[in-house]
Structure formats: structure tokens, C-alpha cells
């Protein structure tokens, strides 16, 4: 016991003693229930700003790449040196100069050089290519005009670049059009002229658009001992309510690199709290989220040395007026401010306008309380006209049954209804005290607070994987190791057998079909012309696994820096080189080579691909142990909105008939025992069987699992203190599982008798702060509140060395056992610490870290090195790196542990499945030998036959063209052969870098020989055709073969092997893009 009278998890008398795990026990609620009044949004605001949960809740923990953190030190440094901050770089007072000159400026403002070129300008200085004196009058009028026409020509002004390495290259316009921000900034500067509220959506004079879509960026670095802000390239992306109201221009954000996020740094929030200066402009603090800053763009301007008001101040909000715009202090004064400053990210959540509310359809729902726990919490309801209209702006097949969505200070969960005062074709929406989290004065008439922010819709993804933590969950809690081995198993021999399937009359089209899945190849199309709104149309350029390894993320935010070199011309990630038809992923250019014609049997490139794809699969699955569960889905969950389901009952429908049972037959609804989670999943109690059902009246809920509102508590607060504004769960009804499985003790749920005394808690109200403001001068108030919008800041390794403590523990002590059920309440309140003002003791957290500062579990160290050797080896892994250390050892102590640890038995299993499987695939592959494919040498074999032809003058003229091809296509292999080489290490190459270097050689194997120089050649198809049959032919001559020929005309080769059966037809890339195979066996 210490002086504080709170047991730490090492101390002995808290061995074994699980009476200070209780039952759950909810408590009176503290939120008054208020009717919202039809008809204003201001009612809205007289809502409580959030529902009420118990004490007990574990609340919401949703772990990142950052749970992976130091067993070495309490304060998880690196143990590299770096420079220390020096005290001056921290000067509250000084601004940060990121780039400045007042003559500079004042030429800005003389020829009314856009912003965006401002901004480029700013960026060459921050970097240190370009001096602020450089920037001459000379060069400025040049670029005088539309950002569109101005922003290309940046590099070749002020670098000397070519003018046509300096524009953008034809062949990549489509990419280029995806994330170039000129024109767009243009268009939202055109309309935010007009008035402020033009670039919010709904504007019948620009039907389709809204503003908001530019992102300017920006990294801190530390130099020699000072943070620097390095600007970097703006680009087109995804809108939000914030930068459609106050335009785009109007936020920096700034990435903090992991190596400065996770190094306890003390001078970062100092750092932050410190004005930015870009060109006279003042840029100051407003929010923070995950590693990423954002700065509002004040009424200030920076001048002499001195920071002044604008004289102009309706221009531009001061940072108080805009922070009351968005999240006023007075109207939310009950709040503590940590919460409140928790909200201030809602205007910043990446979304698309959706329909505009009128004041009189803007209905008050109550939350549905039972014993304390809101039932309905998160869920609002709304009518057909509503969805049908979201449906239509996304183009989507099929009516969504909810969407999660901002409107005004409410955020959540939309949910279908057909209630009376929802019929009809009026758009109109009922929202819940439970879904407040922002309030405002009475009068509010913006109509950017009318307009339903859309940020996802329903959908339902089947079958899913299972992640690790749902594994060791269900087998503490009966469901046998022989389950998980057979599952594990089964699960990759049937991925494997898909793609090893070669003979039979669809067999190709089948491995289409397997490869275009697994790769989320579609998806991945559609991500990436739809940058800003691929989230809300469910888009995604990661493939399935990837996109299960991180489903739980709320927001992605991690952006990869551009260099200033090919700022104006560098391709995209994952985009086809369209000068050679060559895409760029391992799964495309697998369906590019199938649907051409080409098989694993008679073309070694292709066979060579897929052999990569199955042995990372195999890796992937087995290394990381996910298995695929095809008896499953994933979700949005929703609160069952007549009530008629029983306690512990759910209904689980789809839209199609894609869930699969355990007979093997497909249907569209699940009935019967199944077992349900989300994640994390850290405590006995987070995975629970329930029963699903099917009722009529829940017919129309479709791509949602529906949850009952009866019994004591509501279903979601079991698993992880979940809720209904967005949560998404993993539902399988596999019998394996499902029967074997018993509910956890309920008690594993509550929160251990004095467990607050582990921490300490910033309880400062709004109220409170606001009292407070007497006695500052506006300046100390202002940075004040600004320390409040960087709480996310503090400590954020916290979490992940918390998670790493319940790992160890559930490992050494059992995973039911009291203390590690306490240290999984402790992530979940750690993770939820920067909004409820809960923070760790010091002393509780180096007590619990004496007691699990030790090895790890072999399967979690072996995870690790899988993760450095994939290339996915971040900071935060980095700092967990235990080759150097032992294993954590586990030991039979009933009734805690006994039985092996499922993951270490699934560890061994994986081991041993994947040499086999590596083995017989490596096999089957080198069963085929490389022999030249006939279709393609056919061309230049022809062409060859026909310069033969005809009288000697002829004959010799046409041969002088055929060696100036041959001559043309040996330069460019000889450059493939250089810039190529070692291809292990050309692989590791970042993707973009990659794709350059390969589209600058299809480039050049296109260039030449121009048709002129060939006069015997009748048009420039037949010489790309020509062409690219001899590359083929003299790779196959000096190399047997290689990629080269298919790096730079895979185009032609294709079309070349498709005419060659006879049977084939020519599509536009547009439409080719966008076809699906449809699996029908």
C-alpha cells in the first residue's frame, strides 16, 4: 500500500485477489434527459453534450500501431540521441517564421500572386531550396494569374527546370487530376468570393460541389536541437465542415513524425502554442488528433516584427471568434474541458455535405435508459427521403439503412425509420440527448450547421477475419485449441487452392476472381480517383487483410512527403504507368496478364507474380495469424428502434445473400447462437453469445446488425464500453465456436473497487475556466486554451505500453485473472485519458511498469521481427524490439492458467502449415518451364518476313528500319538493365520512387523511333505492335525472360495475345477499370 493508499499491480497483498472485481452495479444517471423542440437547431443545444455512462463503462479503445511500445524504460525514449530543444526555440512569445520578407509581400499583394502559389513559394523557403531574397518581381509576374495556370510553373521558374519537365506529363493527367489542387483552388476561391457559405454544398448554382478539398500540410522536424516546419506540397483531398465553411486555405496541418510523437519530448506542446508565420500571415493552434496539428489562419498579420490585428477584421475570425463559431465555451460550460476540447475535432472529420435540414424537420428523440445505461446511445433516426437522397448523391446500388454523420454539435449514427412523423418525403431527422456533444446559442441560422456531414454509410463486409485478441478471447472462455488449428488451417488451404486452381473450363476466370478479391483490386480503382470521397462511398486501396489489420482505425491519417524535385510531375501511389499499360500492384497486373489471355502455364511473368502473391499470403496469414472466418461478418451496429427484440438478442440481415452457414449455403439472415466483439478486446466479458433473430418488422434494416434495447444494460457496453455512434462489430456464427463458448463472469466487466485511485483527474469545468479568465490577461487566456486542444499530445505511448502490460500479464497470470482484468480497465481508461480528464498516476504507472517491464511472449516477439522484415517496422515497433531479450514464461497456476496458451499453440501450427505450404507451392511452380510465347514473337517474326520482300532497294530500305527498331528497343533494355538492377532492393524502393524510374523507360521505349525515321512503317500502331513483339523477343534471346518487356508495352503485349485466339474485344480504360467478374459456382 503507498501513500496514497492504491494497491499497484506488484504489490503482493493484490495476488490472486479477485474480490476486487465486482459486479456491475450501474448507477443513477447525471444527464437530464431534455426534449429537443421541433423546429431550430439551437434546441438542439439544450440537450445534455453527452449520455450517460456508468462508472463502469470501459469506453471506447481502439488500439494503433502505436500499442506496440518499450518493455526497456518507463519512458519509452529511443535510445538513439538526439538534440535536446533549446530554450529559445521554445519561447512562448517569439512566433515561428516559416517563411517571411516584407517586400516579398508586399509583391504578393501588388500583382495578386493566389495563394496557393504563395504557399508553393513558402514551401521551397522551408525546405531550404530557395531564399526569401530569391523571389525577384522578374520571376512573381510570371506568375500572375489562376493558381491552375501559375502552380505547374513553379519548379521551372524558380528552379530552372525545362519547361517540359516542368509541366505535367500527359500520360499521368488522369492520376495528376485525382490530387493536383490547382484548378479545385481556383474553383473554391471563385466561389467563397461570392459570399462565405458558397462552398458548403446544396448550391443550386453549383450543383455536385463543395469546397474544402485542399490540403495544406506541413512536417516538424527537429534540427540540430530546434524544431523547423517543413511545408509541404498542397494537394487534393477529403473536405470537411471547417474547410468548406472557412475555406481550405484557411488550415495548415501539421504531421509530428513518430519519432518525435512517441519521444516524451516536453517542448512540442510549448512548440505548438507558438504563432506560425507564412508571408504576413498568422497561423495559430486550434486542435489536435493522432500525430497531426491543425492551425487556423487568424484575423492577425505578422509585420515588423510584430504580430497586429488585421484592419480588416470582418475579413478573417480571430482564433476566439472562430473556436465560438465551432465549439462555443459559454454555451458548453458544463462540460469539462478536456471534453470540450475533445469535440473541437468533429469539424474536423473528413466528410461530404449531404442533404440540408429545415428548422421544423429537425425532431427531438429521447434516449431509451434502463438502470442507468443509455440503450440507444449514439443512434438517431431519420426518414426515407433522407437516405434516399444520401443514395443518389453517392451513386449508390442500394438505400443505405444508416450512415454515421455530423449535424451541428451532433454527431453518430443515423438509423432508417418509418414512423409516422418519418414519412412522407420530407427530409427530416430525430436526434438524441446522447448524441449532443456541442451546443449553441439560441438564434443560429448557418446553414453549414443544417447540413447532415456525411462520413460513412452502412455496409456489411462477409466473411471477415478474426483478430488475435477475439482468438485468445474465446479460448479462455471454452472454445478448444483443436477449433483454431483447424480453422487456421482450412482457411489458408482453401485461400492457396484458389489461387493454384489452373485447369478446368473457368479456371481462369475463377483466379480472376480470387486474385481481384484478395488484392481489393476494384476498390483500390475507385479509391484513388475518388480521393476525398472514397471513405463514405466504402472505397479503399487496401487490400482485405489490410483493411482487417486496421478496421478499428477511425480516421487514417498517415500522408506520405513529397519532395520538391518532381512536385509538378510525380506519380501517385498504386497508379497504372499509361504509357506502357502496366500497372503498378502485384494483383492488377496479375488480372491485366489473366484477362489478356495469358495463363500461369504459358507465361512466366505471370506465374512469377502469382507465386509472389500466394508465398505473401501464405507469410501473411501464418506470421500474423489471422484467420478467415467464412461463417462472419463485420458491421455498423445499431440500436433496435421498435423494441422488440428480447434481451441479448440480435438481428444480422443482409442485402444479398452473401453469409454463408454452416451447411455451406448462402443466405441474407443469420438465426441462432453467435458470438459477438469488437475491438479491443482485452477483458473476458468483450466477446458475448447472443441470440440472432429474424422479425419482420426489422425486415427493411438490411447491412447492419441490429441490437436489443431490453434487459439491464446495453448490449455494446459489454464488449469494450461500445456504443451506437459508429461502432462496428465481428459477428460469427460458426458452430465450432460458437457452441463450445461460454459468457464470461459479468463481473470482468465492472470496474475493480478502488480504481480510481490509480489515477488523478483534471476536473476543470468549462465554468470553471471561464471564471478563470478574469484573472488572465487574453493572451495567457488564449494559450490556455490552446493547451487544452493539444491534450492529445500528452503522452500518447501511454496507451500502447499499457496494452503491452495486459499482454504480458494475460500470458504470465491467466487472463482472467483480477490483475490482468484491471490492467485492460486501465487501457481503456488511458486510451479514453485526453477527453475525460483521467490521467495515471506517476507513481501507479512505475509500479506497474517494475511489474511487467519483462519479456515478452515468444508468439507477440516473433510478430515483431515479421513486422521489421515486411518492411513495417515503425518507431513504436522499433521501440518494442526484443532480440536482445528472453521469452516471458507461463506457467500452470489453476484456476488463472490452465491450459497452453492458444496463441502459442496456433504459433507452432502456423509454423509448421506455412513450410508446408511454402514447400508444395514452390513445387507446383517449378513444374513449368520458361518456353517463348509464339503469339508474341509472331509480329516481328512477320515484320521481319515482310522487310525481305521485294526488290533489293526495298529489301535494304526496310531492313534499315528494322535495325533502327532493334537498335532502339537494345538502348532502352541496356537502360531497364541499369536502372533496374538488384531487383530485391529495386522492390524496396517506396512505391512512387518505383513507379518513376520504370515510367521514365516506358517513356523512352515509346519515344522512339519516331515514324518519320521509319518511312516503311505504315502508321505508329503497327511500330508500337512491331515494337513491343521484339522487346519481348530479344528479352526472351538474353534473359530467357525478364519484366522488361512488359514494364514498357504490356499494353501491346496484351493486345497482341487477346487478338491472337481470334476472340476478343477492345475496351476503353474507363470502362475496363470498372468491370467485375461475378463468381458463380
Known amino acids: 500500500m503507498n501513500r496514497n493508499g492504491y494497491e499497484s499491480e506488484c504489490e503482493s497483498e493484490y495476488f490472486a485477489d479477485d474480490t476486487l472485481i465486482l459486479e456491475y452495479e450501474p448507477g443513477p ?16 443545444s439544450r440537450g445534455s453534450s453527452s449520455s450517460s455512462k456508468s462508472k463502469s463503462t470501459l469506453g471506447k479503445r481502439t488500439l494503433s500501431e502505436s500499442s506496440i511500445t518499450s518493455y526497456e524504460t518507463a519512458n519509452s525514449a529511443p535510445r538513439t540521441k538526439r538534440p535536446r530543444i533549446s530554450v529559445d526555440c521554445l519561447s512562448e512569445d517569439r512566433p515561428v517564421i516559416i517563411a517571411h520578407c516584407e517586400k516579398v509581400v508586399r509583391l504578393f499583394d501588388k500583382l495578386g500572386i493566389k495563394w496557393g502559389v504563395r504557399f508553393e513559394i513558402a514551401r521551397l523557403v522551408s525546405s531550404g531550396r530557395l531564399k526569401e531574397t530569391d523571389v525577384k518581381e522578374e520571376k512573381l509576374r510570371q506568375l500572375v494569374g489562376l493558381n491552375a495556370v501559375s502552380g505547374p510553373r513553379i519548379a521551372q521558374i524558380f528552379t530552372n527546370e525545362a519547361a517540359e519537365k516542368a509541366t505535367v506529363d500527359q500520360s499521368i493527367a488522369r492520376e495528376m487530376a485525382a490530387i493536383s489542387p490547382w484548378e479545385e483552388l481556383d474553383r473554391e476561391e471563385s466561389a467563397l468570393k461570392e459570399g462565405e457559405n458558397e462552398g458548403i454544398g446544396n448550391n443550386p448554382k453549383r450543383p455536385g460541389w463543395y469546397g474544402g478539398k485542399i490540403e495544406f500540410h506541413a512536417q516538424i522536424q527537429n534540427r540540430n536541437g530546434e524544431y523547423k516546419i517543413i511545408l509541404e506540397s498542397p494537394n487534393l483531398g477529403a473536405s470537411s465542415r471547417l474547410t468548406r465553411k472557412f475555406g481550405s486555405w484557411s488550415f495548415l496541418r501539421v504531421r509530428v513524425p513518430e519519432t518525435i510523437f512517441y519521444g516524451n519530448d516536453r517542448g512540442l506542446i510549448p512548440f505548438f502554442l507558438r504563432p506560425f508565420v507564412i508571408w504576413g500571415r498568422v497561423f495559430r493552434v486550434c486542435d489536435s488528433k493522432r500525430g497531426s496539428v491543425f492551425f487556423y489562419w487568424t484575423h492577425e498579420t505578422y509585420a515588423s516584427g510584430s504580430i497586429l490585428s488585421s484592419p480588416s477584421p470582418k475579413q478573417r475570425k480571430s482564433l476566439e471568434e472562430f473556436i465560438s463559431w465551432h465549439n462555443p465555451l459559454e454555451q458548453n460550460s458544463k462540460q469539462l474541458m478536456s471534453k470540450w476540447a475533445a469535440r473541437q475535432t468533429l469539424g474536423f472529420s473528413n466528410s461530404v455535405p449531404g442533404p440540408q435540414l429545415l428548422p421544423e424537420n429537425i425532431l427531438a428523440e429521447e434516449d431509451i435508459v434502463r438502470e442507468g445505461s443509455d440503450m440507444t446511445d449514439g443512434c438517431g433516426l431519420s426518414s426515407q427521403a433522407v437516405h434516399l437522397a444520401i443514395a443518389q448523391l453517392l451513386s449508390l446500388h442500394i438505400v443505405p439503412t444508416a450512415f454515421q454523420f455530423r449535424f451541428g454539435g451532433c454527431k453518430g449514427m443515423l438509423l432508417l425509420h418509418d414512423r409516422d412523423e418519418y414519412a412522407g418525403t420530407e427530409l427530416r431527422a430525430g436526434f438524441r440527448p446522447s448524441q ?5 446559442p439560441p438564434g443560429v441560422t448557418d446553414p453549414a450547421l443544417f447540413t447532415i456531414d456525411l462520413l460513412r454509410t452502412s455496409h456489411m463486409r462477409s466473411p471477415a477475419q478474426i483478430s488475435t485478441e477475439a482468438i485468445i478471447n474465446l479460448a479462455e472462455n471454452g472454445v478448444p485449441s483443436q477449433a483454431f488449428e483447424k480453422l487456421l488451417v482450412d482457411s489458408i488451404r482453401a485461400l492457396v487452392n484458389g489461387l493454384m486452381t489452373w485447369d478446368g473450363p473457368d479456371a481462369m476466370l475463377n483466379l480472376w476472381i480470387q486474385i481481384e478479391r484478395i488484392g481489393g483490386v476494384l476498390s483500390a480503382r475507385r479509391a484513388r480517383e475518388l480521393i476525398g470521397e472514397a471513405r463514405v462511398r466504402g472505397y479503399t486501396n487496401k487490400s482485405p487483410d489490410e483493411i482487417e489489420l486496421e478496421r478499428d482505425a477511425d480516421e487514417g491519417d498517415d500522408d506520405d512527403e513529397e519532395g520538391f524535385q518532381a512536385t509538378s510531375r510525380r506519380s501517385t501511389p498504386w497508379w497504372p504507368d499509361y504509357i506502357s499499360g502496366c500497372p503498378s500492384s502485384l494483383e492488377e497486373t496479375i488480372l491485366g496478364l489473366l484477362d489478356a489471355g495469358f495463363t500461369p502455364q504459358n507465361c512466366p511473368l505471370l506465374r512469377s507474380k502469382l507465386e509472389q502473391v500466394v508465398n505473401t499470403k501464405i507469410r501473411n496469414r501464418m506470421q500474423k495469424l489471422r484467420i478467415e472466418v467464412d461463417q462472419s461478418c463485420v458491421a455498423f451496429v445499431v440500436p433496435d428502434p421498435f423494441g422488440i427484440l428480447g434481451p441479448d438478442e440480435i438481428q444480422i440481415k443482409s442485402s444479398r445473400r452473401n453469409l454463408k452457414t454452416n451447411d455451406g449455403l448462402l443466405t441474407d ?14 477483458l473476458p466479458t468483450d466477446v458475448r453469445k447472443v441470440l440472432a433473430v429474424e422479425h419482420s418488422q426489422l425486415a427493411h434494416l438490411v447491412d447492419v446488425i441490429v441490437c436489443s434495447i431490453q434487459g439491464l444494460r446495453r448490449l455494446l457496453d459489454w464488449l469494450a464500453g461500445g456504443d451506437y455512434d459508429g461502432d462496428k462489430v465481428f459477428v460469427t456464427w460458426l458452430a465450432a465456436l460458437v457452441l463450445a463458448f461460454r459468457n464470461a463472469d459479468e463481473k470482468h466487466a465492472s470496474e475493480p473497487q478502488g480504481f480510481d485511485q490509480a489515477f488523478e483527474r ?27 486542444l493539444l491534450g492529445s499530445l500528452s503522452d500518447p505511448a501511454l496507451i500502447g505500453k499499457y496494452s503491452n502490460m495486459h499482454s504480458v500479464s494475460e500470458y504470465i497470470n491467466g487472463y482472467a485473472h483480477p490483475r490482468t482484468v484491471k490492467l485492460g480497465h486501465k487501457v481503456g481508461r488511458v486510451l479514453d485519458g485526453h477527453k475525460s480528464g483521467w490521467k495515471i498516476k506517476p507513481e501507479t504507472f512505475t509500479a506497474d511498469h517494475m511489474m511487467y517491464s519483462t519479456p515478452m511472449p515468444r508468439w507477440m516477439a516473433d510478430q515483431k521481427k515479421n513486422r521489421k522484415r515486411d518492411g513495417n517496422w515503425t518507431f513504436s515497433s522499433k521501440l518494442a524490439n526484443s532480440s536482445n531479450l528472453s521469452y516471458a514464461k507461463r506457467e500452470f497456476k489453476p484456476p488463472y492458467i490452465t491450459r497452453n496458451f492458444i496463441m502459442d499453440t496456433l504459433s507452432a501450427k502456423a509454423k509448421v502449415e506455412e513450410d508446408r505450404l511454402l514447400t508444395e507451392t514452390k513445387q507446383r511452380f517449378a513444374e513449368h518451364t520458361s518456353t517463348p510465347d509464339s503469339d508474341l514473337t509472331r509480329p516481328w517474326e512477320e515484320l521481319e518476313a515482310w522487310a525481305k520482300r521485294g526488290s533489293p532497294s526495298l529489301v535494304e530500305a526496310k531492313m534499315q528500319d528494322v535495325k533502327k527498331i532493334q537498335e532502339h528497343v537494345h538502348s532502352v533494355f541496356k537502360e531497364h538493365s541499369e536502372k533496374v538492377k538488384h531487383g530485391q532492393n529495386f522492390t524496396k524502393l517506396p ?5 518513376d524510374l520504370l515510367r521514365s523507360i516506358s517513356k523512352s521505349f515509346a519515344s522512339g523511333p519516331a515514324l518519320e525515321e521509319v518511312p516503311n512503317i505504315i502508321s505508329k500502331d503497327e511500330l508500337a505492335r512491331v515494337r513491343a513483339s521484339y522487346a519481348y523477343k530479344y528479352d526472351v534471346q538474353k534473359k530467357g525472360w525478364s519484366r522488361f ?13 487477346a487478338s491472337a485466339n481470334g476472340l476478343h474485344k477492345v475496351v476503353q480504360t474507363n470502362f475496363y477499370e470498372r468491370f467485375k467478374l461475378m463468381d458463380r459456382r
Do not use: H, W
Not at 447525471?30 to 438542439?44: D, E, F, K, M, V
Not at 449532443?436 to 449553441?440: G, S, V
Open 991 to 995: 512505391i512512387e520512387q518505383r513507379q
Open 436 to 440: 449532443i456533444k456541442i451546443k449553441y
Open 669 to 682: 439472415v443469420i438465426t441462432g447462437e453467435v458470438l459477438i466483439t469488437r475491438s479491443p478486446c482485452k
Open 762 to 788: 483534471r476536473t476543470e469545468t468549462v465554468e470553471a475556466f471561464l471564471s478563470e479568465s478574469a484573472k488572465r490577461n487574453p493572451r495567457d487566456q488564449c494559450r490556455a486554451m490552446q493547451t487544452y
Open 1045 to 1057: 518487356p512488359f514494364n514498357v508495352a504490356m499494353r501491346e503485349l496484351c493486345a497482341i495475345k
Open 29 to 44: 444517471s447525471n444527464r437530464p434527459l431534455t426534449t429537443i423542440t421541433s423546429g431550430a437547431l439551437n434546441t438542439l
